[in-house]
């Protein structure tokens, strides 16, 4: 089992910028990707960037150039910054593992809440 939580989120202006953060603990040596996601009301949840545990990135073209993942194996967490950000960044942010048997795990979800 792998337990993941996430903090950072909040309220900002249009054009600012926040930070998450996921802190993994659990069978961590099992964790192959690391993720975020994101659902806004009545939408449905969509990939926002996702990092490997060799270091590769990969991004929704929304956020690209705007959004960096990155990952500290030594302390298991995986951040993303994000910049510039827009009234539809708007959503809940989740925080997701795959471990090497492709099981997904999921964090409660941080708000972030972008007015413009």
């Known amino acids: 089992q792998v337990q993941l939580v996430e903090s950072g989120g909040g309220l900002v202006q249009a054009g600012g910028s926040l930070r998450l953060s996921c802190a993994a603990s659990g069978k961590i040596f099992s964790i192959n990707v690391m993720n975020w996601y994101r659902q806004a009301p009545g939408k449905q949840r969509e990939f926002v960037a996702g990092i490997t545990s060799g270091g590769t990135t990969n991004y929704a073209d929304s956020v690209k150039g705007r959004f960096t993942v990155s990952r500290d194996n030594a302390k298991n967490t995986v951040t993303l910054q994000m910049k510039s950000l827009k009234p539809e960044d708007t959503a809940v942010y989740y925080c997701?593992?795959?471990?090497?048997?492709?099981?997904?795990?999921w964090g409660q979800g941080t708000q972030v809440t972008v007015s413009s």
């Open positions: 997701n593992a795959e471990d090497n048997r492709y099981v997904d795990y």
